[in-house]
Each structure stands twice: as C-alpha cells, then as structure tokens.
C-alpha cells in the first residue's frame, strides 16, 4: 500500500511538489527503514525515523501547519540515507527530506539565536581564508579550550610535500574548506599517490567549497551559487586538459554528483551541470584500479602501526555514492589486515554540522561507532571524509586517518 498524498495548491504543481509527490507514492510503509536509522535506534521513537518523518513531510506539503516538534525531528534527521539503502521500494526520501526542510524553513521561521548560529557556522566553516586562521589560534590554545571545542580540533600534522612532477594525465581536486585547514596532509597525500600512478594533481584557484554546507543550514541559494561558480571555474580545466574531478572527501563528491539535481531548474547551468557530475569521481572509485600494479610489486611486510585497520566507510560514500568495497579491496591489496567492525553501515554522528547543532545525538552515535571500531584492537582507523576523520580522532584511542593517507605511507616504505 503506497502513501497517499493530497499536496497543497501553492506546492502541488512547482517542481518541488511534483517531486515530493512522486516519492511520496513510492513509499509502502514497511518500516524497513527504521531498523537502519541511527536516530530511530536511539531513541525508538516513530518520529526520529524515516517512515515517521516521511508522513510528517507528507503533513507539511498537505498544508498542515508545522509545529517546533516537526522541526526537530527533521533536524535530528542525520540525512545518512541508510533507508535509501534499506528501502525495497528505492524511495528517494534523501532529496524528499531535502524538499520537507526547505518548506519547513519558509512556514516555520526560525529563531533568531538558530538562525544566528546557523550563519556563523555557515560563514566560518565555508571561507578558507577565515577558517584556517582559527584553527591555528584554537591549536595554539589548545592547552585551555573546553574539553568540547579541544575535541573537534585535531593536532597538526605534517602534510609533506607536494609532488612536483608534471604528467600528461591531469585531474582536478577540489579547492576544499574545512579539510585544508584541519587536515591539510589529505590533499598532499592524493597528490603524491596520483604522481606515482603517473597523474598530476591540479587544482582551480577561482573553485571552493562545495556547497554542501549551506544547502544543509537552509541557505539552498548560497549552495548554487558555489555550485555555479565551480562549475565555471571547473569547466574550462575539462575542455583543455583535465580528465575527470577526482574528490578525496565522501562528503563533498556526494554534493558534487548532485550538482545536476541542484540545478535543474537554471536554464544556464543545468546543462553544464550535468557535465560536471558525468566527470566526477570519488577517489575510491577512480583510484583503486590504479592501485593494482603498485599492490603487486609490494615486497615488505607491513609493520603493525601499519598493517592491521579498522575502515569506518562514511555514510555519504556507501549509501549517497553506493561505492562499497572499492576502499577495502585497495587496502587488502596493499597488504592492510582489516579488523571486523559491528555495524559498519551506521553512522558516526558526523554528518556535517549536527555534531555541533545536535551534540547529545551525536556523540551517542560517535561512541557506539568507535566501540565497534575499536572492538577488534586496530592499530589505526580509517575513513573517507574529513567530517568524520575529525569527529572520531578526537575521542579515539588509536590514529585516526584518511585512507589515502595510509595509501601514501604504506607506498613510501616502497622506495
């Protein structure tokens, strides 16, 4: 039995409307999907999971007036999308949650301390040239930072140098935000691995931060108009000399690949659009079959710093991307022993700014996560996007690193 919907005359026939509505009657109300939900498992209640927020979605766009507790249970919502996973019905609530909070946010203003917060998180976090000052005023404070704050702020590392090498085969990384101040090792350490797969490394100045951010703080405006300006700046690269947009962080490739969705309705950029995602990958889909040959001539068994690892796979590669497997595979090839981890497809509590707007969640989520991580005594554990890196290393008891930083040190034992 499909849900019914009977949507409002000033949504049902926008683009929106005729979107919600179509995966409204995809949904049969099985309830698959809260066995799935991080927040329905915390808390059990109908309304913190997929199938309760989908008909409280349904209410909305029927032209129910939403109270505060609609509202908070759609920002508990983690936007993970384990139900797409889980779903026998293929029902798109991603894009459905996506639609439900952006009516949410014009019927149901917030307050002016939310909104307040929402724009300083935006502010910072997305403009490199303010965020990576204060990372390294709060590392040169870190000493008497809060407990929480100290937490969300790794210890500087190294990130090494830069490949020089110039090769015929190019790619584009993204001019990121957040990962480049917190962990600038990341991006050096694509470069180097790519340079020993005989591919240069480049990156557009007149790019930035994906957009992600902002679309999921209800500033979808702010979000096209990154999108748009990384189109612009990417597009060029493409038509020269540039292969494909390979991105490093699960989180942003995922936004990336929904540039297209972003912008359907740009008569200027939707076509452009689509050409951006054809030509993105994420890095655990381009780079492993590279991978391959360098994996067969490994001669050194791995010391256990190295060798035994537990990967937490983010939620935004396995169920936004449905990239499973590329990352463990590369790993066991290049002589990893990979730890077994409960729970693997459950979500860390990350997700982008919910660990700060929704901090008990999140942490409750992040401890479960590290408990199953840890379980088997890894000597290091690794993920795929700076979100989560960061969330976990600042409460795990063993390394916390990118994957392809592992990659790179396990390659330079070779030399």
Request: a positive charge; glycine letters at 6%.
């Amino acid at each position: 039995m499909t849900v019914e919907a009977h949507l409002a005359d000033w949504i049902r026939n926008t683009p929106e409307g005729r979107e919600a509505e179509s995966i409204l009657r995809a949904c049969v109300h099985c309830g698959f999907c809260n066995a799935t939900c991080p927040t329905y498992q915390l808390t059990g209640d109908e309304l913190d999971g997929p199938r309760g927020r989908i008909y409280q979605i349904k209410r909305l766009l029927e032209g129910e007036t939403p109270g505060a507790s609609t509202q908070l249970h759609l920002d508990r919502c983690l936007t993970c999308r384990n139900c797409e996973t889980t779903c026998p019905s293929g029902v798109d609530y991603g894009h459905l949650v996506d639609i439900g909070r952006a009516t949410m946010a014009q019927r149901l203003p917030r307050s002016g301390a939310q909104r307040a917060q929402r724009g300083l998180l935006r502010f910072a976090l997305t403009r490199r040239w303010l965020f990576a000052p204060a990372v390294r005023i709060g590392r040169a404070l870190r000493g008497v930072l809060p407990s929480a704050l100290r937490a969300k702020l790794p210890p500087a590392r190294d990130a090494g140098k830069w490949p020089r090498g110039a090769h015929t085969r190019k790619v584009l990384l993204l001019n990121g935000c957040a990962q480049p101040a917190l962990m600038p090792g990341i991006d050096a350490a694509t470069a180097r691995v790519l340079d020993r797969c005989g591919i240069e490394a480049v990156v557009a100045a007149n790019s930035g931060c994906c957009g992600a951010l902002d679309f999921h703080l209800d500033a979808h405006s702010a979000a096209q108009a990154k999108a748009r300006r990384n189109i612009d700046a990417w597009l060029p690269q493409l038509d020269a000399r540039v292969e494909a947009i390979v991105i490093n962080a699960s989180g942003c490739s995922a936004m990336v690949k929904d540039y297209a969705h972003l912008l359907r309705a740009d008569p200027d950029y939707a076509d452009k659009a689509r050409r951006i995602v054809a030509a993105t990958r994420d890095l655990a889909e381009f780079l492993p079959p590279l991978l391959q040959p360098l994996g067969a001539r490994r001669q050194l068994a791995l010391p256990q710093t190295l060798r035994r690892v537990a990967l937490h796979p983010p939620c935004t590669l396995q169920h936004a991307q449905k990239i499973s497997g590329a990352v463990e595979n590369a790993l066991t090839a290049l002589g990893a022993e990979l730890a077994p981890v409960d729970e693997a497809h459950l979500c860390c509590g990350s997700a982008g700014t919910y660990s700060i707007l929704q901090a008990e969640f999140s942490q409750r989520l992040r401890d479960r996560k590290l408990d199953n991580l840890q379980r088997h005594r890894p000597a290091m554990i690794l993920s795929a996007n700076i979100g989560c890196l960061a969330h976990l290393e600042g409460a795990a008891q063993v390394p916390v690193r990118h994957w392809i930083e592992w990659v790179d040190a396990v390659l330079a034992r070779q030399d």
